[in-house]
């Protein structure tokens, strides 16, 4: 008896072994390791135990306990993959459940196909220690099928982007097998209930393994049209600068074309000795001029088309807009980057100041470039008036339908300063929403070294 009960606690401890070690390959379908070599192994050796020891001491009879059982099992295996494997929590929390889900599954169909078939108790089955034994490796031959066919199907992605609500509303798959095999456990007294809870769990089982056949997959599918979502804001972005450059340029013909008749008309008036005629009218065409082309005037050509073509559109929703801006014209700064930098922050702004009534719409524009620096920095600041807004860290939640295709200027505008690993602040207070940041322009000051040398 002590020999079959000693054959028993090692027989459980390789059945233990050999799930952690298929858990570990089928994690590497879908992560990325934490340690190499000896010391990952080192960390998966002393979870093995502390599974082991887990399984061993919790109870087996199939009651009510399943429920914790189920609860302690996937933390222990959380906990697990958390230490050894690196990955978004959204994709920890689905792959874990499913392939818990999984492995429980193609652990339990196997014996129940056989009960059903040949028509024996569950008692009869566990005392028959030939067959118990034989569907005991009849179980670990199914895990490892599964686990070789997930690896032929899957690499570790690389980690990118934010956690994704999809991902873990999905995991209320994997649950509800969970669920079907806690009647599975329970149905033991009506043969009916029996065989259709079992058919359930084989339905379920084949779902859970679809979902984690097809998660990279979907993923995939959601970046490319974030990304396509992306693209396309940036190109408008690029198109509306375009188009108020092409304005700009348009204005400045039209000018270029009137000067000579402004030049006969103050030819005339002070060849006649009207002087005083003659400045009235320069002051007047100075001033009609300056509105006519621009708000403001940086000396910056792409800077001053995205602030004139922002500031006309805020005129436009009645927007008291104010600017405070110096010399820009040594700016350095990638202008690809700029642009979309400040056209997100000025539409952003815009489009919270239209949700206001009139008399509540304000915006404030800073732009000041601090050569004393070192390096030389650019200080670009948005101030507007705003209805309460919630910040997540970096991250405002969009408002708009089917948010999954919007939302992308405040992302765009952060991947690019930490890009450039720019100093910025973004905070609500009193109605007002605050954007501003300090960009060191690294290029001007590798220009200046260079003239320098």
Not at 53 to 73: A, G, H, T
Not at 166 to 178: D, H, R
Not at 356 to 371: F, G, P, S
């Amino acid at each position: 008896m002590e020999r079959a009960r000693l054959m028993g606690y090692v027989l459980s401890i390789l059945m233990n072994a050999l799930r952690t070690w298929l858990l570990t390959k089928l994690w590497d379908s879908f992560f990325t390791r934490r340690f190499n070599g000896k010391q990952f192994w080192a960390y998966w050796l002393l979870w093995t135990a502390i599974i082991t020891v887990v399984l061993n001491v919790l109870p087996n009879d199939y009651d009510y306990s399943n429920i914790i059982r189920f609860l302690i099992e996937i933390a222990h295996e959380y906990a697990m993959n958390l230490m050894l494997y690196r990955s978004r929590w959204d994709r920890r929390l689905f792959v874990v459940i499913t392939g818990y889900a999984c492995f429980l599954s193609i652990s339990v169909l196997p014996e129940k196909a056989w009960l059903l078939y040949s028509g024996m108790t569950r008692t009869e089955y566990v005392y028959n220690k030939p067959l118990y034994t034989a569907f005991i490796f009849l179980r670990g031959l199914c895990l490892v099928a599964f686990v070789i066919l997930v690896r032929h199907f899957h690499t570790p992605p690389q980690e990118n982007g934010k956690p994704r609500a999809w991902i873990p509303a999905s995991t209320l798959f994997p649950l509800c097998t969970l669920f079907v095999l806690y009647r599975v456990f329970n149905a033991e007294g009506a043969a009916g209930e029996n065989d259709a809870w079992t058919f359930c769990l084989l339905v379920m089982c084949a779902v859970d393994m679809v979902a984690l056949f097809l998660l990279d997959q979907l993923e995939s599918t959601a970046q490319m049209r974030e990304a396509l979502a992306v693209a396309h804001q940036r190109a408008e972005v690029q198109s509306a600068n375009v188009k108020a450059l092409g304005n700009s340029y348009k204005a400045q013909r039209k000018m270029t074309h009137e000067f000579r008749g402004y030049l006969f008309a103050l030819s005339d008036m002070l060849a006649n000795g009207d002087t005083e005629a003659a400045q009235s009218y320069l002051d007047e065409l100075k001033v009609r001029q300056t509105e006519r082309i621009l708000l403001v005037n940086t000396h910056n050509p792409i800077i001053d088309a995205i602030l004139n073509q922002k500031g006309y559109a805020a005129r436009e929703q009645d927007i008291d807009l104010h600017f405070e801006i110096n010399d820009l014209s040594e700016v350095a700064i990638p202008s690809v980057d700029l642009t979309v930098v400040m056209s997100n922050l000025l539409d952003n702004a815009i489009e919270a100041c239209e949700k206001l009534e009139k008399q509540q719409r304000r915006m404030t524009v800073k732009a000041i470039y601090n050569k004393s620096d070192n390096p030389p920095t650019l200080f670009f600041s948005v101030k507007n008036a705003s209805k309460p807004v919630k910040i997540f860290g970096d991250h405002i939640p969009t408002t708009k339908p089917e948010p999954e295709l919007h939302g992308f200027g405040l992302p765009n505008v952060m991947d690019i300063l930490h890009k450039y690993d720019v100093f910025y602040l973004m905070d609500y207070k009193d109605g007002s929403f605050l954007f501003c940041l300090e960009w060191a322009d690294a290029a001007n000051e590798k220009a200046v070294a260079a003239a320098q040398k």
